[in-house]
Structures are given as structure tokens and as C-alpha cells.
């Protein structure tokens, strides 16, 4: 197809190239019954942090229940991974969706009978910690699967991210909206009932039989072969830094956001909402533009640009007391964080050897999730010593120096990952990659 709008009222090719992964049907289901499911993944998880604050009032706990649901990442996602190098990804998803929905359905119940206490929600986020710790390096690597052509694998994960932040607009802004009517009990339920059609959807899939293995080396074995990879291929030792860093210094900015909501712009529920929302929409935004590009060549550079772009936002934010001003800062905020978290999940996948994409992508989710909840403890005791702005404002400032790290790193990672590229045929000749001269996204592939 041409670049031109087709005389017969057919879409744009620039349109068909951004949707370009939907064409195939397992992809389908999995989009379909994910972005259901996610929309009341993010009632539930904005419900829950507003309980939180209502019950206790603190900072700090939004900072210990964070902690909570996020530590189970750290401590079993790795395992998780070479499970999902081993096994059916397919069965383990069904699997973990299902507990995710019994988790949620306890919660449902606590709450509408009136009984629910701190102490219930902690062993409950841990509970759906352990169980995401298994289910999010095996979805990330799941995605392949579901698609024919590698080429696709940038465009599966920019519209993975479009999903889930398409999601994270939707969820919040209709939980800020319920919270006042049905309760936190009413988004729980609903959280519930989503989580329906992306089970029906995996149970849809037609997949190509896994092809058995005789004999596993130990997990202990897997586990170190998997870390020898990652440790010594420095493009991707260097981009797993910097999400580590961002991960544990910036953002779990998002655990504060009770605290802006009502104390700093003085509002409720709805105001929380409308934060997540904006958040939710910058993301989108970054998504859907990564989801434009033809390849992964040049993203790079991106990481690097969406990095500062995130720190600034976030560092501006910190001091608004204007609720149209924190809004829109959240909308670069959420920009930045996607374009580079989608980019860097991009090329990880993209280099990353076949046999080793579960672990690689299990680290990945260990540097992205693991890292949060030490953040979000961090985060919470600084905001109850100094202030909720303050804390961001540093945590800000310190994603500037994480940016300047990456870019220190570029020409080594462009020196290693080239041949890659090469290899797998996305490029042909020896062009030099992109570095930028000064750190900001731009539109055009180079």
C-alpha cells in the first residue's frame, strides 16, 4: 500500500502501519482482553490506594502498602522467568489471571461487608505481588508467540503500551467517578468481572504446540546462565540500569498521588482520577508514537531524550499548587515515562537471544516492578519527614543524573548492538546509529 489514502475509502498506510500487529488473531484476543481486563485492574488499584488514605491518613503507609504489592517482584521474578522459558507461557496466564481475579473478588468482599482493615490489604497485595511476579515477565515474552513476523515485535509492544495506558485514562477517571457512588467495594467487583474476558480470550487462542524439551539444566543453573547474558551484553546490562534507577528514584511517584490530590490541590476522589488520568494520557500519547516508527533503529536516542523529559516534568510538578497546571505536567511526566520504558522493553526484546527472552524479560520486569517497592518505601518515608514536593522534587532531580548516565553509555551500547541489528536483518548496511546532539525525542527515523 502507498503512502496515499486508498481511492475506495480504505484507511491511511500510515494508519494500517501503526495497527499493523492487529492482523493477527491471537494478537487480537490478547489486546481485546486485555484492555477490558486492565481497565479494572486501574479502578481497582486507585480505589484501593484512596481506601488506604482514608483509613490511615499517612503517607507513609500508601509508601508500606506499595511496598507490599511490588517485593514479591523482586524476590521471585527472575525464578519466574526461566519457569516461563520452560513451560506453556500460555497455561501459566490463564493461571495467574485467574488468581488475580480471586484476589480481587476477596477484596470486593472485605470491603462491602464493612470489615475491611490495613492489615487485609497488605497480606492481599502481596498476594497479587507474587502472583503478577509470574505473570508479567511471562505475558512480556508471551508476545512474541502470538506473532508471525519479528519485524512486528515494536509495534506489538508500543500498542501493548497504548493498551495498558489507554487503560490507566479509562480506569481512574471512571474509579474517581464510582468511589463517590458505588464505593471502593463497587470498583473492586467490577475489577472482578473484567478479568472474564481476557481469560476467554487465552482460552480462545490457537497456538502452535510447544515443542518439548528432554531435559532441563536446574533452575539455579538457568538462573545464572541468565545472568551471565544480561551482565555481559552491556546494551542491555546499561538499558536495565537505567530502568532500575528510574524504578526506584522516580516512579513511584505515582504512590504519592493521594497526597497531591487531596492536600496539596485540595480535592477528592475525582481529583485523584483526573491526576491518573492525565498521567494515563502522556503515556498514551508516547505510546502511540512509538507505535508510528517503522523499526527499532534510532530508538535509542529516544531513551535518552523521553528520560529528561521525564525528570523535568516530574521535577516541575513537585511545586504546582494549580490543579490545570499539575494536569498538564503530568502529561509530560507520562510521556517521558512511556517513550522510554516502551523503548527500552523494544530493544531488549528485539536483541535479546530466544532461548533467553524469559529471563531477559524477567529481569526486565525485576528492574521495572522489583525496584518500586523499595521506592515507594523510600518515597513514603521522605514525604512524611519533608513533604510530599520535596520528595519529588529530589526524585526528579536525581532522574537527571540517571539521564546523563545513559547517555555517557550511548556509543557503547550503539558499538555492540549494531552487529546485532545486522544480524537479524533489520539493518542491511553499516549506517552509524543515532546519537543524539542534544537529548530529545524526534519524529523522523534516521
Known amino acids: 500500500m502507498s503512502g496515499q489514502t486508498s481511492s475506495g475509502g480504505g484507511a491511511p498506510a500510515g494508519v494500517m502501519r501503526t495497527f499493523r500487529t492487529l492482523r493477527y488473531r491471537n494478537y487480537r484476543l490478547f489486546f481485546t482482553g486485555q484492555l477490558i481486563s486492565l481497565i479494572g485492574t486501574w479502578m481497582q488499584q486507585l480505589a484501593l490506594t484512596w481506601l488506604i488514605y482514608r483509613l490511615t491518613n499517612s503517607a507513609f503507609l500508601l509508601g508500606i502498602a506499595g511496598f507490599a504489592g511490588q517485593i514479591p517482584m523482586f524476590l521471585f521474578g527472575s525464578i519466574a522467568g526461566v519457569i516461563a522459558d520452560r513451560i506453556n507461557k500460555h497455561r501459566i496466564l490463564v493461571i495467574t489471571q485467574t488468581l488475580s481475579m480471586i484476589q480481587a473478588i476477596v477484596l470486593a468482599f472485605l470491603t462491602l461487608s464493612g470489615s475491611i482493615q490495613v492489615w487485609h490489604i497488605l497480606p492481599l497485595?502481596?498476594?497479587?505481588?507474587?502472583?503478577?511476579?509470574?505473570?508479567?515477565?511471562?505475558?512480556?515474552?508471551?508476545?512474541?508467540?502470538?506473532?508471525?513476523?519479528?519485524?512486528?515485535?515494536?509495534?506489538?509492544?508500543?500498542?501493548?503500551?497504548?493498551?495498558?495506558?489507554?487503560?490507566?485514562?479509562?480506569?481512574?477517571?471512571?474509579?474517581?467517578?464510582?468511589?463517590?457512588?458505588?464505593?471502593?467495594?463497587?470498583?473492586?467487583?467490577?475489577?472482578?468481572?473484567?478479568?472474564?474476558?481476557?481469560?476467554?480470550?487465552?482460552?480462545?487462542?490457537?497456538?502452535?504446540?510447544m515443542k518439548p524439551v528432554a531435559h532441563h539444566p536446574s533452575i539455579l543453573h538457568g538462573l545464572k546462565e541468565g545472568f551471565r547474558y544480561v551482565t555481559t551484553f552491556k546494551p542491555i546490562t546499561y538499558i536495565l540500569s537505567l530502568i532500575a534507577i528510574m524504578s526506584l528514584i522516580g516512579i513511584p511517584f505515582t504512590t504519592l498521588m493521594p497526597v497531591f490530590a487531596r492536600d496539596i490541590l485540595h480535592g477528592g476522589p475525582h481529583t485523584l482520577g483526573f491526576l491518573m488520568g492525565a498521567h494515563g494520557i502522556g503515556a498514551l500519547l508516547g505510546a502511540a508514537t512509538l507505535a508510528s516508527r517503522k523499526n527499532v533503529r534510532g530508538l535509542t536516542r529516544w531513551i535518552a531524550g523521553a528520560a529528561f523529559t521525564f525528570a523535568a516534568g516530574l521535577t516541575l510538578f513537585a511545586f504546582s499548587t494549580n490543579q490545570w497546571l499539575s494536569l498538564s505536567l503530568l502529561i509530560v511526566v507520562g510521556y517521558g515515562m512511556m517513550v522510554q520504558i516502551a523503548s527500552c522493553n523494544t530493544i531488549i526484546q528485539t536483541v535479546a537471544d530466544d532461548d533467553k527472552r524469559g529471563r531477559v524479560m524477567s529481569f526486565y520486569t525485576v528492574a521495572f516492578t522489583g525496584m518500586s517497592p523499595f521506592g515507594s518505601l523510600l518515597i513514603g518515608a521522605l514525604a512524611s519527614r519533608i513533604g510530599a514536593p520535596w520528595s519529588l522534587a529530589i526524585s526528579g532531580i536525581l532522574c537527571v543524573g540517571a539521564a546523563v548516565f545513559f547517555v555517557v553509555k550511548l556509543p557503547v551500547i550503539r558499538k555492540e548492538i549494531h552487529p546485532v541489528y545486522r544480524k537479524i536483518g533489520i539493518i542491511q548496511d553499516s549506517p552509524a546509529e543515532d546519537i543524539p546532539a542534544a537529548p530529545v525525542p524526534v519524529p523522523e527515523d534516521q
Open 125 to 209: 497485595m502481596v498476594f497479587l505481588g507474587m502472583v503478577n511476579a509470574f505473570d508479567m515477565p511471562t505475558r512480556q515474552s508471551f508476545v512474541l508467540e502470538m506473532i508471525e513476523n519479528k519485524e512486528d515485535l515494536g509495534n506489538a509492544i508500543a500498542l501493548n503500551s497504548s493498551m495498558f495506558n489507554g487503560a490507566r485514562l479509562i480506569g481512574p477517571a471512571i474509579a474517581g467517578i464510582l468511589i463517590g457512588t458505588i464505593g471502593e467495594g463497587g470498583c473492586f467487583i467490577l475489577n472482578a468481572v473484567s478479568f472474564v474476558a481476557v481469560i476467554i480470550a487465552l482460552l480462545a487462542m490457537k497456538l502452535k504446540p
